[in-house]
């Protein structure tokens, strides 16, 4: 199971992917790149304005590109732990599903029966593990791994994608690229499992769009009691409503059957507006008659001198005849340098002045035309926190979008009296969800993903629920509610107020199932007594 990324969206400092000419094919097929014009201007100039805003040297310069290689994967342990670093977990054991659904049945269906009764404990599905709160862990009890469930199949006469729960964002784009299609709706990187992402309900830059559960055609769930069903609008519709958001309580994903669409090369557009202005801004760009944008964002300022009262909007609108071609997907780039400016702001205010200069200055002069998988196709892990001292924590807040000015008001004040350290705030276009039993845009929102650093130390997790607590209390004020893949500081009361639907979901797991077959440690911690 997992939410959404560290480092979400954060850094996008992207110029086109290529400029005429600047692209070969080898015989191998492999692409080799030559620096643009365009891409050694931004190489100096972000540099310079380093060297011009940060105040540093030639020392600091080399701290940066050292601290912009990519951390290697974390040593084999024995607790496994999520992407908050926060929960070091003991488990009873890991299970491994299977590469087809045959194998993974044959493999879990005994233990699922062991559990019911009662002769072992408690299993939680994993998947990438980019929850924050313990969604994908259960302390003592055993954990499936999906990630060997890696089918991809694309459908182009139906403009579906048949794909296995374990199968990463990182695996599909490039058999979806091949074929001149893209994701619909997915989260804005591709470190995440589908299993995990439908079971958060993941939404991303899609403008005028659901989240993930309005792509699903169908899913196949195995049950509590180990019987396959598979799950529709119209056949199993319940707990279909249940699995998706439904963070893995309510079966196991085996596999789906996605909606994609035409890849395509989009045109970027920027434009800098006064927060308070933000909602109308954006509705008079994407929801206007005959507006052709298709995704869209916003970034909110967290320098000390326009804290959160300033934002950028970011559109892309399509190159019609480049619709459904097969394009060429080409490696993020200056993943590194992205990096060194990025973790730079985590640690001096310098470092977020230079970085939202950049946004401001920088990357309009740099954007160009770029596909929508190129978008899509981008690693969260480039940006994550390696420090061993503090770690990165997500909050998502979901307000109507005429109130995002209301609750931005609050949120400042709550994170200045708190001292948060916030690295980041997209703004995210989420339209209603009618399908989701445990919907969080059960009217149309936006969505603002905000990004700290948190320290590793008592005082740090108690000032950071305490913030957590204010900013919940302020979304809820505000017609509003919060994500449930991160840390679990919500009270019990807030979490009902946030989703009405609560006890009744926590009544129809007891329906579908009644032995406690599938638990995790955020459930558990919520859960009546």
Not at 77 to 99: C, E, H, K, Q, Y
Request: aromatic share 8%.
């Amino acid at each position: 199971m997992e939410g959404t990324q560290s480092g979400e969206d954060a850094a996008h400092l992207e110029p086109a992917d290529e400029e005429p000419g600047s692209v070969t094919a080898e015989p191998t097929g492999k692409v080799r790149r030559r620096l643009s014009r365009r891409q050694v201007f931004s190489h100096g100039a972000t540099a310079v304005g380093a060297l011009a805003v940060g105040g540093v040297g030639d020392a600091r310069i080399q701290h940066w590109m050292r601290e912009a290689e990519v951390p290697p994967s974390a040593a084999p342990r024995d607790l496994l732990n999520d992407a908050s670093g926060l929960n070091p977990t003991p488990v009873r054991g890991i299970s491994f599903a299977g590469a087809s659904t045959e194998e993974t049945v044959a493999r879990i269906g005994p233990l699922l029966r062991q559990i019911a009764s009662g002769d072992e404990p408690a299993l939680v599905v994993s998947g990438a593990r980019h929850s924050m709160g313990g969604q994908s862990l259960l302390r003592g009890g055993w954990v499936l791994d999906t990630l060997p469930m890696i089918s991809v199949t694309v459908d182009a006469a139906n403009q579906t994608m048949h794909v296995g729960a374990g199968a990463t964002w990182r695996t599909i784009i490039p058999v979806l690229n091949a074929a001149g299609y893209a994701p619909m709706v997915m989260q804005s990187n591709n470190d995440f499992t589908v299993g995990g992402s439908l079971s958060v309900n993941c939404h991303g830059w899609h403008a005028n769009s659901p989240p993930i559960a309005s792509t699903v055609r169908s899913l196949r769930v195995l049950s509590a009691s180990g019987e396959i069903l598979t799950c529709g609008p119209n056949e199993n519709a319940e707990l279909f409503g249940l699995v998706l958001g439904g963070y893995g309580l309510y079966g196991i994903i085996l596999d789906a059957d996605l909606a994609i669409v035409p890849n395509v090369v989009y045109e970027p557009r920027f434009e800098v507006v006064p927060t308070r202005e933000y909602a109308a801004a954006f509705a008079e760009r994407v929801y206007a008659p005959g507006s052709r944008i298709e995704m869209a964002y916003g970034r909110l300022s967290i320098t000390p001198v326009s804290f959160l009262d300033q934002a950028i909007i970011g559109t892309y609108v399509p190159v019609p005849q480049t619709r459904g071609k097969v394009l060429p997907l080409t490696p993020e780039a200056h993943s590194g340098l992205k990096r060194a400016i990025f973790r730079n702001s985590a640690s001096n205010d310098a470092g977020k002045t230079l970085r939202w200069w950049l946004e401001l200055h920088l990357n309009p002069a740099l954007a160009g035309p770029v596909s929508r998988n190129h978008i899509l196709n981008a690693a969260a892990s480039v940006l994550a926190n390696d420090d061993p001292g503090s770690t990165d924590i997500l909050h998502e807040y979901f307000v109507p979008q005429a109130r995002l000015w209301e609750f931005v008001q609050a949120a400042r004040g709550i994170i200045r009296r708190d001292e948060g350290n916030l690295l980041n705030v997209t703004v995210r276009d989420v339209r209603r969800d009618d399908r989701s039993a445990l919907a969080y845009a059960r009217q149309d929102m936006f969505g603002l993903v905000m990004l700290f650093v948190q320290e590793r130390t008592q005082a740090g997790e108690v000032r950071m629920r305490t913030m957590t607590r204010g900013l919940i209390d302020a979304a809820i004020a505000s017609g509003g509610t919060f994500y449930l893949p991160y840390r679990p500081h919500a009270t019990i009361e807030q979490l009902r107020r946030g989703y009405p639907a609560w006890d009744a979901a926590i009544l129809a797991k007891d329906y579908y199932d009644p032995n406690g077959v599938f638990r995790d440690t955020s459930y558990d911690r919520y859960r009546p007594r």
